[in-house]
């Protein structure tokens, strides 16, 4: 295990950690782009999607190369990767925000989840969209799209640095998605972003619970030391 490689522990606090709050807290250390823009989930999720990247990039089809048969054998670009994506990896697919050929379609989201993946997220269009927002598998893109990846897209390079709804993608990186969008959270700071997102979300709950409870927001959030108390004793409750 390297030093950057999230823990068991970290994982299980970013599944309870909104995009929101993530997005919060890495813009404390400096970090103002790193949600993905204008992807959205195919499905709600119960709870947010946690694994590293695996990437696949695509540049413009070229009428000579993309044609029918290229999917043919077993070193199509795109066919290769989704039979590479370690399971509890999130594939992050780079289609230079073109939704206007599929990206991927039902069969190999399919083909993802049955291999253990976490999650499959691109900037462009998943094909078979209402199957995949069925399968209770997390997936996000920007719309629907019918036509073939052949069409707009030709796959090139795995599991290199890509860029997705302009956020630069390193393999390896963490992969954070909730009903909301995705976050991708730089390898390197996850184990110490991972803590302190799960405390601030702790903290959120009880400032949500004050305010239906009719309390104002001043002295509350942010919090002031009589807060701070309050919230001191009430943090052993939530968990």
Same mark, same amino acid.
């Given at each position: 295990?390297?030093?950057?490689?999230?823990?068991?522990?970290?994982?299980?606090?970013?599944?309870?950690?909104?995009?929101?709050?993530?997005?919060?807290?890495?813009?404390?250390?400096?970090?103002?782009? /790193?949600?993905?823009?204008?992807?959205?989930?195919?499905?709600?999720?119960?709870?947010?999607?946690?694994? #590293?990247?695996?990437?696949?990039?695509?540049?413009?089809?070229?009428?000579?190369?993309?044609?029918?048969?290229?999917?043919?054998?077993?070193?199509?670009?795109?066919?290769?990767?989704?039979?590479?994506?370690?399971?509890?990896?999130?594939?992050?697919?780079?289609?230079?925000?073109?939704?206007?050929?599929?990206?991927?379609?039902?069969?190999?989201?399919?083909?993802?989840?049955?291999?253990?993946?976490?999650?499959?997220?691109?900037?462009? *269009?998943?094909?078979?969209?209402?199957?995949?927002?069925?399968?209770?598998?997390?997936?996000?893109?920007?719309?629907?799209?019918?036509?073939?990846?052949?069409?707009?897209?030709?796959?090139?390079?795995?599991?290199?640095?890509?860029?997705?709804?302009?956020?630069?993608?390193?393999? *390896?990186?963490?992969?954070?998605?909730?009903?909301?969008?995705?976050?991708?959270?730089?390898?390197?700071?996850?184990?110490?972003?991972?803590?302190?997102?799960? #405390?601030?979300?702790?903290?959120?709950?009880?400032?949500?619970?004050?305010?239906?409870?009719? /309390? *104002?927001?001043?002295?509350?959030?942010?919090?002031? #030391?009589?807060?701070?108390?309050?919230?001191?004793?009430?943090?052993?409750?939530?968990?």
């Amino acid at each position: 295990m390297t030093s950057n490689a999230l823990t068991d522990e970290n994982r299980r606090k970013l599944r309870r950690v909104s995009t929101a709050t993530l997005t919060t807290a890495l813009f404390k250390r400096g970090f103002r782009n /790193q949600f993905i823009q204008d992807v959205r989930p195919l499905a709600p999720l119960k709870e947010s999607v946690v694994g #590293e990247a695996f990437t696949l990039r695509y540049i413009p089809a070229r009428e000579d190369l993309d044609v029918l048969s290229s999917f043919e054998g077993t070193s199509h670009p795109q066919r290769r990767a989704v039979e590479d994506c370690p399971p509890g990896h999130v594939m992050v697919i780079d289609s230079r925000k073109d939704p206007r050929a599929a990206s991927a379609g039902g069969i190999l989201v399919s083909r993802l989840m049955q291999r253990g993946c976490a999650g499959v997220v691109t900037d462009g *269009g998943f094909r078979d969209s209402p199957e995949i927002a069925e399968m209770g598998f997390p997936a996000y893109h920007n719309r629907p799209s019918a036509p073939t990846n052949l069409i707009r897209h030709h796959a090139l390079d795995i599991n290199a640095p890509i860029g997705c709804g302009d956020v630069a993608v390193y393999p *390896g990186d963490i992969v954070v998605g909730d009903s909301e969008g995705v976050c991708i959270v730089p390898a390197h700071i996850a184990n110490e972003i991972a803590p302190e997102a799960y #405390e601030q979300t702790a903290y959120e709950d009880f400032v949500a619970e004050r305010v239906r409870g009719g /309390q *104002g927001i001043f002295g509350l959030y942010p919090a002031n #030391e009589e807060t701070k108390a309050a919230f001191a004793k009430w943090r052993p409750s939530w968990s």
